[in-house]
């Protein structure tokens, strides 16, 4: 594999990371629940994006649970770490980092709190893109972020970047995905697209994209799995049916409470494992929240 290359395609789980009542790391529940994600068949591991809590993590802590992780996980499946900030010199580091490591490539989300302009977009990529050899996907997550990464932007990057080398949309948008993929594809037939958003799983891949990250296989990995490989066996039939199968379950998302909250929960609530809480400000549900979840799950 060439510098920059990235082979990420399929179902890419973004792990819970998993706290302690005091609120440190969990580090041998955390190793626990990559096993049980890489058992169950998923083609890579996304850690520390935003079910992965890395807003609630300082620099030290998100460095710690990158080695951790990257050192566990040993070259069983790919691992992106996300290593996005506010601020370009922070992004540099966790980058830099993460390559340390042994990260497979790196998540960048656009920086928050103020709006960029497109310039400043270009300025922050192309400062990581030039600081790591490490394949970089861009996380673009306009509802958190305010910014959404013009595909005219993402095709100048991969054009200066080689290591530019994938974007996840969390747009619930079939037209955004569409073109993105036809668009990009263009630019370099390898730029991976994913979605970030669960239910377009079959979307994503029926438009020629490469895989999705979706925060609900922390609970469920295997039912993303046995979808996706229907779909990679052809059998498009197979694929629509189960994803007709398993979409009530995606009605946990509108369960009311932080994402954040119900993952974890619906995580304990299955056996997958002891997910705890996450840390504040998200609030463990609400009791009527947790029957709802209760009962979502039981479907």
């Given at each position: 594999?060439?510098?920059?290359?990235?082979?990420?395609?399929?179902?890419?789980?973004?792990?819970?990371?998993?706290f302690?009542?005091?609120?440190?790391?969990?580090?041998?529940a955390?190793?626990?629940?990559?096993?049980?994600l890489?058992?169950?068949?998923?083609?890579?591991?996304?850690?520390?994006?935003?079910?992965?809590?890395?807003?609630?993590?300082?620099?030290?802590?998100?460095?710690?649970?990158?080695t951790?992780m990257?050192?566990?996980?040993?070259?069983?499946?790919?691992?992106?770490?996300?290593?996005?900030?506010?601020?370009?010199?922070?992004t540099?580091?966790?980058?830099r980092?993460?390559?340390?490591?042994?990260?497979?490539?790196?998540?960048?989300?656009?920086?928050?709190?103020?709006?960029?302009?497109?310039?400043?977009?270009?300025?922050?990529?192309?400062?990581?893109?030039?600081?790591?050899?490490?394949?970089?996907?861009?996380?673009?997550?306009?509802?958190?972020?305010?910014?959404?990464?013009?595909?005219?932007?993402?095709?100048?990057?991969?054009?200066?970047?080689?290591?530019?080398?994938?974007?996840?949309?969390?747009?619930?948008?079939?037209?955004?995905?569409?073109?993105?993929?036809?668009?990009?594809?263009?630019?370099?037939?390898?730029?991976?697209?994913?979605?970030?958003?669960?239910?377009?799983?079959?979307?994503?891949?029926?438009?020629?994209?490469?895989?999705?990250?979706?925060?609900?296989?922390?609970?469920?990995?295997?039912?993303?799995?046995?979808?996706?490989?229907?779909?990679?066996?052809?059998?498009?039939?197979?694929?629509?049916?189960?994803?007709?199968?398993?979409?009530?379950?995606?009605?946990?998302?509108?369960?009311?409470?932080?994402?954040?909250?119900?993952?974890?929960?619906?995580?304990?609530?299955?056996?997958?494992?002891?997910?705890?809480?996450?840390?504040?400000?998200?609030?463990?549900?609400?009791?009527?929240?947790?029957?709802?979840?209760?009962?979502?799950?039981?479907?």
């Open positions: 594999m060439q510098p920059g290359e990235l082979m990420l395609q399929g179902i890419i789980a973004p792990t819970v990371t998993i302690r009542e005091d609120g440190s790391l969990d580090s041998e955390n190793r626990a629940h990559a096993d049980f890489i058992g169950q068949g998923v083609h890579g591991l996304h850690v520390l994006g935003a079910v992965g809590e890395f807003m609630h993590m300082n620099l030290k802590e998100r460095e710690q649970h990158a951790e990257c050192q566990h996980v040993d070259g069983r499946v790919p691992v992106v770490i996300e290593t996005g900030t506010t601020s370009t010199r922070e540099m580091r966790l980058s980092h993460a390559q340390g490591v042994g990260a497979s490539a790196v998540s960048i989300i656009t920086p928050y709190f103020w709006s960029l302009s497109e310039r400043e977009v270009i300025a922050h990529y192309s400062a990581v893109a030039n600081a790591v050899d490490l394949p970089i996907i861009v996380n673009n997550a306009p509802g958190n972020t305010g910014v959404s990464v013009a595909t005219e932007t993402l095709a100048a990057l991969a054009r200066e970047h080689r290591n530019l080398a994938g974007v996840t949309d969390a747009i619930d948008s079939l037209e955004h995905l569409r073109q993105r993929v036809s668009a990009m594809k263009a630019v370099n037939p390898e730029f991976r697209v994913l979605s970030g958003l669960d239910v377009h799983i079959v979307s994503i891949m029926e438009m020629g994209g490469d895989g999705i990250i979706p925060a609900t296989a922390n609970v469920a990995p295997e039912q993303y799995v046995d979808l996706y490989n229907a779909w990679n066996r052809r059998d498009l039939e197979g694929a629509h049916e189960r994803l007709a199968r398993f979409m009530p379950a995606m009605d946990m998302l509108r369960v009311p409470g932080s994402l954040l909250s119900i993952i974890t929960e619906a995580m304990t609530m299955r056996g997958v494992v002891n997910a705890g809480a996450p840390r504040q400000p998200a609030l463990p549900l609400s009791a009527e929240s947790r029957a709802r979840l209760r009962d979502t799950l039981a479907r």
